[in-house]
């Protein structure tokens, strides 16, 4: 599982950020202070430190310049109270990956908390979540609600490639050399066939549609949303 550093002095918004990634399957460790949290991140292994910029005894500048001297291969996030632009300009110049100003909405945080770990190579093996559907690409399991699908390797890997996709429209050319790494001929419906198998195990096991026909083009896979 990721593991993320969360330095924040506003311990209502530490706990909101740090429930919604729990959420996503990532460990989030709190530090109230400036210096716990550097002393925190020298002594763990992190995938992404997350800081505030009214620390009680650090501000941006401070923080960001320690954070990179001590562990310069780890992405920064920067929450920041100042909504001007020339902030942001400035926080990025001083060693800042991404900033976003507080109090964030806490979906856009997550993407951007994602991103950052992408951008990193420290995501690809980690668990995938899709509203309820939540797939462990190195434990090459999926369940929904906690509930374990019984799915088959193909399977496995055609729903994963649908998730790491999300809502992107995609033609069967692109499954097949996703998936399968045939070249499509245009003559095969082998796609269309585990498609259908995926429905049966998933959306009408779950009462719920993930799977949605682009007409004339392929499949969109989205949580919820009728097609």
């Known amino acids: 599982?990721?593991?993320?550093?969360?330095?924040?002095?506003?311990?209502?918004?530490?706990?909101?950020?740090?429930?919604?990634?729990?959420?996503?399957?990532?460990?989030?460790?709190?530090?109230?202070?400036?210096?716990?949290?550097?002393?925190?991140?020298?002594?763990?292994?992190?995938d992404l430190a997350v800081t505030g910029d009214n620390l009680p005894d650090m501000n941006a500048e401070t923080i960001l310049h320690e954070m990179r001297e001590q562990r310069p291969g780890v992405p920064v996030m920067l929450l920041t109270v100042s909504n001007d632009v020339r902030n942001r300009i400035r926080r990025y110049r001083q060693g800042a990956n991404d900033v976003l100003a507080k109090p964030p909405v806490l979906e856009e945080f997550v993407v951007r908390v994602w991103n950052l770990l992408r951008l990193a190579g420290k995501a690809d093996n980690?668990?995938?979540?899709?509203?309820?559907?939540?797939?462990?690409?190195?434990?090459?399991?999926?369940?929904?609600?906690?509930?374990?699908?019984?799915?088959?390797?193909?399977?496995?890997?055609?729903?994963?490639?649908?998730?790491?996709?999300?809502?992107?429209?995609?033609?069967?050319?692109?499954?097949?050399?996703?998936?399968?790494?045939?070249t499509f001929s245009g003559r095969t419906n082998l796609v269309d066939v585990?498609?259908?198998?995926?429905?049966?195990?998933?959306d009408k096991t779950y009462k719920k549609k993930w799977f949605h026909t682009v007409r004339g083009f392929g499949y969109r896979f989205d949580a919820g949303r009728e097609g």
């Open 194 to 202: 585990y498609v259908r198998y995926l429905r049966l195990k998933i």
């Open 1 to 46: 599982m990721p593991r993320v550093l969360l330095v924040e002095s506003d311990a209502r918004l530490a706990q909101r950020l740090a429930a919604r990634l729990d959420l996503e399957r990532i460990v989030a460790d709190m530090a109230a202070s400036g210096r716990e949290g550097l002393d925190m991140l020298n002594g763990g292994l992190y």
């Open 126 to 182: 980690f668990p995938i979540r899709v509203d309820d559907l939540v797939i462990d690409p190195a434990a090459r399991t999926a369940e929904i609600a906690g509930q374990c699908l019984p799915l088959t390797p193909t399977e496995f890997d055609l729903l994963l490639y649908f998730a790491k996709n999300k809502g992107k429209p995609l033609t069967r050319k692109q499954i097949m050399e996703n998936v399968w790494g045939y």
